[in-house]
């Protein structure tokens, strides 16, 4: 068996013969199985040094990286979305299943006033007429940071409140 750093590849006499690249360089079967098993668990096979191969396992991605890659891609339904904060205690039963039906939540009457930049009218209309609450929606940001600070939350607290509300769980490094 014989592995070229120029290409990259794996190449035999059987198959090859002499039309190898001029940088191959023979490597045992046993090294070989082993770099495939590394493949196989997510290895990537690269020229080493001096050309010989080697396998090359991912950097793992930063935590924080990770955590706002979950949070960009996590949304929920409404009524989802209701059912948390009805377990959480941040709307009654009967909020709750008005907000499940897109009547606005008496829960965010007060947040809306002191939001900037959200129009209180345009906010209720979004909140009637969408079925899936993304993470990172603006509304819900300003909602969460809302409730956080009438809950003497610190900012941590409340990220960590609406990763329990969307069933995000922080990845370990």
Partial sequence: ?????????????EVHGSNMPNDALAITAADYEALLQAQALGAEIKAG?????????PTPPDPAA?????????????????????????????E????????WP?????ALSIMPGIDPTDAQIEWAGTATIHRLYPLFVELL?????????????????????????????
């Fill in 1 to 13: 068996m014989f592995f070229s750093a120029s290409t990259g590849g794996f190449y035999t006499a």
């Fill in 49 to 57: 040094a001096h050309g010989a191969p080697v396998a090359v396992f």
């Fill in 66 to 94: 990770q955590l706002a890659g979950l949070r960009a891609r996590t949304s929920i339904t409404r009524v989802q979305f209701c059912k948390a904060l009805k377990a959480l205690g941040v709307m009654t039963a009967p």
């Fill in 96 to 103: 709750a299943i008005a907000a499940a039906k897109g009547d």
């Fill in 106 to 110: 008496p829960a965010f009457a007060a």
């Fill in 145 to 173: 940071n809302w409730h956080g600070a009438a809950a003497g939350l610190t900012a941590a607290q409340a990220e960590a409140l609406g990763d329990q509300i969307f069933g995000i769980t922080a990845p370990t490094p």
